[in-house]
T-cell receptor
Framework: EAGVVQSPRYKIIEKKQPVAFWCNPI?????LYWYLQNLGQGPELLIR????????DSQLPKDRFSAERLKGVDSTLKIQPAELGDSAVYLC??????????FGPGTRLTVT | QKEVEQDPGPLSVPEGAIVSLNCTYS??????FMWYRQYSRKGPELLMY????GNKEDGRFTAQVDKSSKYISLFIRDSQPSDSATYLC???????????FGAGTILRVKS
């Protein structure tokens, strides 16, 4: 069974530029999550989708971050414009059962 | 104070040692307790999943939950160099779907 796929794996951009991350969850997993992980910290939830609906986006900085999950499968997370403090690893996870979340390898973003 | 506290380490042990990793938490509503392993430049990998109190064993790994003390542990027996990674504890309330993670403990097993 294929795991959660994310791309790109690494991204370097200048501040004020836009950036987008893509995630393909495990087949059959209705719940999809985007997390932010800073160096030396655990992941922090940005947004959770149940199928196509964003059911928890309370931690998403909506002035610059946006996300979508069209057709309830793949998802895209966008930042526009990026700031220096956005440098981090962006993780996508998916789940079928409560609590059992499976993570992708992440996208490491560096904003210069 | 964070909801979940975890000693960041690093914890360095010789190969074959028994490793004990721990987390404390403040939210008594947590009912689901997980341990994730994260290798460098990889995503977290689910190791153990426990509901409510008690012990759970899977091979060399044992997870313990003591809700009265708000304390959870992960024991690794016969540790191997391949166990060298960051171990993250995570917790969730009943009927919730949001994991709250600890900061992770770096483990190094020396051969």
């Amino acid at each position: 069974e294929a795991g959660v796929v994310q791309s790109p794996r690494y991204k370097i951009i200048e501040k004020k530029q836009p950036v987008a991350f893509w995630c393909n969850p495990i087949s059959g997993h209705n719940t999809l999550y985007w997390y932010l992980q800073n160096l030396g910290q655990g992941p922090e939830l940005l947004i959770r989708y149940e199928n196509e609906e964003a059911v928890d986006d309370s931690q998403l900085p909506k002035d610059r971050f946006s996300a979508e999950r069209l057709k309830g499968v793949d998802s895209t997370l966008k930042i526009q414009p990026a700031e220096l403090g956005d440098s981090a690893v962006y993780l996508c996870a998916s789940s079928f059962r409560v609590g059992e979340q499976y993570f992708g390898p992440g996208t490491r973003l560096t904003v210069t | 104070q964070k909801e979940v506290e975890q000693d960041p380490g690093p914890l360095s042990v010789p190969e074959g040692a028994i490793v004990s990793l721990n987390c404390t938490y403040s939210n008594s509503a947590f009912q689901y307790f997980m341990w994730y392993r994260q290798y460098s430049r990889k995503g977290p990998e689910l190791l153990m999943y426990t509901y409510s109190s008690g012990n759970k064993e899977d091979g060399r790994f044992t997870a313990q939950v003591d809700k009265s003390s708000k304390y959870i542990s992960l024991f690794i027996r016969d540790s191997q160099p391949s166990d060298s990674a960051t171990y993250l504890c995570a917790m969730m309330v009943e009927y919730g779907n949001k994991l709250v993670f600890g900061a992770g403990t770096i483990l190094r097993v020396k051969s």
